[in-house]
């Protein structure tokens, strides 16, 4: 299962930079005494000011988001499968990949994380002797020679044997439906190029002269938040199809029944596992697909609730970002 704490941590930072976005609109909108001459910003200084502090906030953010979920989907992996023979090849020679370049890094006096040399070579030995207790260098794979860019969030997973991930999310219909109605382009590849580069031309301290409005700013803010979720989605499935995870994933049940447009599923509370609101749910349709589905409500006898309970007699109805199965299966938790 993967953790939503990447995810949880990501769309608080935004929240941030969306909260500072409305500040400073509110104060642009006030009418006040102007002070002595000598401390005044210009209205263009105010708005390049501004401009810089939200473009480096909302970029760190995805940046260390990514990072964050990289590490994250490691770990996830390494509690999925037996043993690292069995791993997938694709995902054993990317963790030798990502261990040799920070092992080089580390000699090079390039590395910032917390890892050590000896610390890596042990994991490392002990994945490739076959040892019970193995682990992955979950750590290793945060690191990225790229500003965060479609093309860069491919290569970090592809090391994961999922670099799909990265098409999934772009591709995901919310987000692509944000981007056009807001003029960002056909989908999040230009949006997140356009960031990457301001981002850029801010740290070398350039100044554009087509200084994103707060208006402007908000509309990145919003599809960030809309690709934050994408992406822990297109992680979940592309791992549920990645190798034997359903063995160890907690199972839901099937619903006993369906409300709008089986946007809202009803479950027995006995004998099944919690589940709070973002937990991402997955199912096969009766064609053989795969489907992840976002917790976003769940009530019990009318009342709105965030975490299930077992008790008897309270069956929870949960409201989900999708139409679940027609064939109503059973489904599985894909994230703690």
Not at 43 to 71: C, P, T
Not at 254 to 277: C, L, T, W
Not at 303 to 324: C, K
Request: charged share 25%; aromatic share 6%; proline share 5%.
């Amino acid at each position: 299962m993967l953790s939503l704490e990447p995810l949880v941590s990501y769309q608080r930072r935004l929240d941030l930079g969306e909260r500072y976005i409305h500040t400073l609109a509110e104060q642009a909108a006030q009418t006040t005494p102007a002070p002595p001459p000598k401390e005044t910003l210009t209205s263009l200084e105010r708005r390049q000011l501004a401009y810089a502090s939200v473009i480096v906030h909302v970029y760190g953010s995805l940046e260390k988001y990514v990072e964050d979920l990289a590490e994250h989907t490691a770990r996830a992996i390494g509690r999925s499968w037996a043993t690292y023979a069995s791993l997938p090849q694709v995902v054993r020679d990317g963790h030798s990949k990502v261990t040799l370049a920070t092992l080089s890094a580390l000699a090079d006096k390039r590395y910032r994380g917390s890892s050590t040399t000896q610390g890596l070579l042990e994991t490392w030995t002990s994945c490739e002797a076959g040892a019970p207790d193995w682990t992955l260098n979950a750590e290793c794979y945060r690191a990225h020679t790229a500003n965060i860019r479609a093309s860069t969030i491919s290569s970090m997973f592809g090391a994961l044997g999922v670099g799909e991930v990265a098409s999934l999310a772009i591709g995901d219909g919310e987000l692509k439906q944000f981007c056009r109605d807001h003029d960002l382009g056909e989908d999040a590849g230009f949006f997140l190029e356009d960031l990457a580069e301001r981002r850029n031309g801010v740290a070398h301290g350039e100044v554009p002269d087509d200084l994103l409005s707060l208006p402007r700013l908000e509309h990145y803010v919003e599809a960030l938040h809309i690709l934050g979720d994408a992406l822990t989605d297109s992680v979940c499935l592309a791992l549920w199809g990645l190798g034997p995870m359903d063995e160890r994933l907690p199972k839901l049940g099937a619903p006993f029944e369906a409300f709008n447009g089986r946007r809202v599923v009803s479950h027995r509370a006995v004998g099944a596992p919690k589940v709070r609101i973002g937990t991402r749910l997955g199912w096969l349709t009766s064609d053989g697909h795969r489907r992840v589905g976002r917790i976003e409500s769940i009530q019990v006898e009318g009342h709105a609730i965030d975490v299930t309970t077992d008790r008897p007699g309270e069956d929870f109805a949960i409201g989900l970002n999708r139409p679940y199965a027609r064939s109503m299966p059973s489904s599985c938790l894909l994230t703690s």
